[in-house]
């Protein structure tokens, strides 16, 4: 197998020979299976068991990274080390699980992909593109289905068009209309992730653009439009062309892992006159000296998006506090645990005594 057609180069190298085990060898996740995430190395795909310690870290492999195999015995593959990834695109759990999960690493670009038979929502895509920012990956917008668009070319356009600062493809999996577009922002060699909420062709995208149905795909509800989650794991699909996709099940509510700065990269626009106001911490709510309400009032900037801003700043700042909470209950948690097993070690001592 080559390793290079995965994206091995120099880098990955470097980064194994820092470990300093020369039998360790390189794979990269292809797949998510929980605990048995199957790699590809060398001499081929394995199955793969995960080192104990990467649980203890918090941090386990998912689909795109680059870890160190080792094979203690015969036919086993064990993951004993991931690679630090050089982008890294994660969201926050949902409700009291808040923790940081990571959904797919070393990907060069993430499309956001979103369709247009329903009524379409531009701001549903700010939260992935600040979890893609945050991730250290291009983002871009794939508006699918423009051959179920209720209001026709027209709409398609006006959708076009509320999607700022990204670059954004309208396109037709099932036609195959805009692949050639789509298909030049996928370098050789380049890893592409698909996200969006179920339902909205990811899956019948990766096919279009292999030109056959690998990928499962099934029809959204009658009565809701909503997908049926058929994807159910996340994996890595070398395209001809020498592009690697990733095709993911399809997202709810996504919470993403950001920071403010991620919310001034998705609005450009909003940031470059918040520069501008009179208070380093303005909240733009009526301060004086606003440059941001003085270009809503010159209409250089536009109300919608002042507010799409404020909204996107709002979630995100409520996820990392709920993320913050989170991870400090499991820092208590580790360290009671470790108070308990002190204790438990120095009774047991002076029962040696
Ligand atoms: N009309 C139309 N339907 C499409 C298009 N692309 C996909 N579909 C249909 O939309 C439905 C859902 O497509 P999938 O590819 O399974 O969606 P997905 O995003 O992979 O969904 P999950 O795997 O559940 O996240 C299928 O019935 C597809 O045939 C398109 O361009 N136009
Ligand atoms: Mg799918
Ligand atoms: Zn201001």
């Not at 470097?14 to 590809?40: S, Y």
């Not at 998912?62 to 050089?86: K, T």
């Not at 398609?156 to 509320?162: D, H, I, R």
């Not at 380049?190 to 099934?218: D, F, M, P, W, Y």
């Amino acid at each position: 197998m080559n390793l290079e057609a995965l994206g091995f180069g120099p880098h990955w190298a470097a980064a194994l020979l820092a470990l300093d085990r020369p039998d360790w060898t390189p794979a990269r996740v292809v797949a998510d299976h929980r605990d048995q995430p199957e790699v590809v190395t060398a001499s081929g795909p394995r199955r793969a068991l995960l080192r104990p310690h990467l649980y203890q870290d918090g941090t386990l492999p998912v689909v795109g990274d680059w870890v160190a195999v080792s094979q203690p015995a015969p036919d086993v593959c064990m993951v004993e080390a991931i690679l630090p990834p050089r982008t890294d695109f994660a969201r926050i759990g949902a409700g009291r699980r808040a923790a940081r999960q990571r959904v797919a690493a070393n990907v060069d670009r993430v499309l956001v992909v979103t369709a247009l038979d329903g009524d379409f929502k531009p701001r549903r895509l700010d939260r992935y593109l600040a979890a893609v920012h945050h991730a250290g990956a291009e983002g871009a917008v794939v508006l699918n289905k423009t051959d179920a668009c209720p209001g026709g070319p027209a709409a398609v356009a006006e959708a076009v068009a509320a999607v700022k600062h990204r670059p954004c493809l309208p396109v037709s999996a099932q036609r195959g209309e805009g692949l050639a577009e789509l298909r030049a922002l996928l370098g050789p060699g380049e890893t592409v992730a698909l996200v969006g909420s179920s339902g909205v062709g990811k899956s019948s995208l990766i096919n279009a653009l292999l030109g056959e149905a690998r990928q499962a795909t099934q029809a959204v509800r009658a009565d809701d439009g909503k997908g049926r989650h058929t994807t159910t794991h996340r994996s890595l699909i070398p395209l001809p062309g020498g592009a690697l996709l990733v095709d993911t099940p399809g997202m709810r509510a996504f919470a993403p892992d950001a920071g403010a700065e991620d919310v001034a990269a998705v609005f450009p626009d909003v940031a470059e006159w918040a520069a501008r106001c009179h208070f380093a911490d303005c909240s733009h709510e009526g301060e004086p000296g606003c440059a941001v309400q003085a270009a809503v009032a010159a209409g250089a900037l536009a109300a919608e998006r002042l507010d799409a801003w404020r909204r996107l700043g709002r979630a995100q700042a409520h996820d990392a506090l709920r993320a913050d909470a989170h991870a400090q209950r499991a820092a208590q948690r580790a360290q009671a645990k470790l108070y308990r097993r002190i204790l438990a070690s120095s009774r047991r001592h002076k029962g040696d005594g």
